[in-house]
């Protein structure tokens, strides 16, 4: 009969201990997003980002599949978050049909997207770091106060998120074989389809100041040809 201390010793051997430790701090994770789920978001986070649309924003993104649902048609109105971000309107879609039309079923694929980017995260981390330094640092990313508020929420930043630390991922292990290439471009597509909406609807982004907001102010905007200052107009030749 093996001992009881030999079966302990055989839990944590050093190859198990650090998933121990990622189901841990997943599981810590999971615990602090879900706990009063409908209740609203601090105030801090509409004062870092400028805008209260977090407390109202949760239902207009899973709006076309909320209308499949009750109506039997993806489109009903002038509002449509299925032209810009498909995907996520069909992940919302599935869990309507699984789970019910309700905020808790919008938070939850949202914490879902959370922790499954928690997890690509400390994949992509951990092939450059050693195993404790990268459980470490996925520890301060998955417990960070502004992302754990965010994730609570049905925004569209936690499929962003989880896109680009899928991007991320895939993009390290392509170092070693080819075929995550191909992964990674359609990724990388829907994380740029998502970000050019608030790039059209935030111009605090820089994405927007990139494409919009530079060319603008060097003169090289296509959109608007605005008369230069009356101080910089180029002075009449008398000649």
Not at 26 to 36: D, E, F, N, S
Not at 74 to 100: K, S
Not at 194 to 202: G, I
Request: proline share 7%; net charge positive; hydrophobic share 50%.
């Amino acid at each position: 009969m093996v001992p009881a201390s030999a079966n302990m010793r055989g839990w944590l051997a050093p190859g198990r201990r650090k998933w121990i430790g990622l189901a841990l701090v997943l599981v810590i994770a999971a615990v602090l997003r879900t706990q009063h789920i409908k209740a609203d978001p601090p105030t801090i986070l509409p004062e870092i980002s400028g805008s209260a649309g977090i407390y109202f924003d949760e239902g207009i993104y899973c709006h076309n599949a909320r209308n499949k649902i009750l109506f039997g048609k993806w489109i009903t109105d002038e509002w449509n978050p299925l032209v810009y971000n498909a995907p996520l309107t069909l992940i919302y879609y599935l869990a309507f049909r699984l789970f019910g039309i309700s905020i808790i079923t919008v938070k939850a694929v949202n914490i879902l997207f959370s922790l499954l980017a928690i997890l690509f995260f400390h994949a992509g981390v951990r092939r450059y770091l050693k195993p404790w330094p990268s459980l470490a640092l996925t520890s301060l990313f998955a417990l960070d106060f502004y992302w754990l508020m965010y994730n609570r929420l049905g925004l569209l930043e936690n499929f962003s998120a989880l896109c680009f630390l899928l991007g991320f991922y895939l993009f390290v292990i392509s170092e070693e074989r080819r075929w995550p290439v191909y992964f990674l471009g359609m990724t990388a597509a829907v994380a740029v389809s998502d970000s050019a909406h608030h790039a059209v609807h935030d111009r605090r982004r820089p994405f927007w100041f990139v494409a919009v907001r530079w060319p603008r102010q060097a003169g090289m905007t296509l959109l608007t040809r605005r008369p230069l200052p009356s101080d910089r107009r180029p002075m009449p030749s008398c000649l």
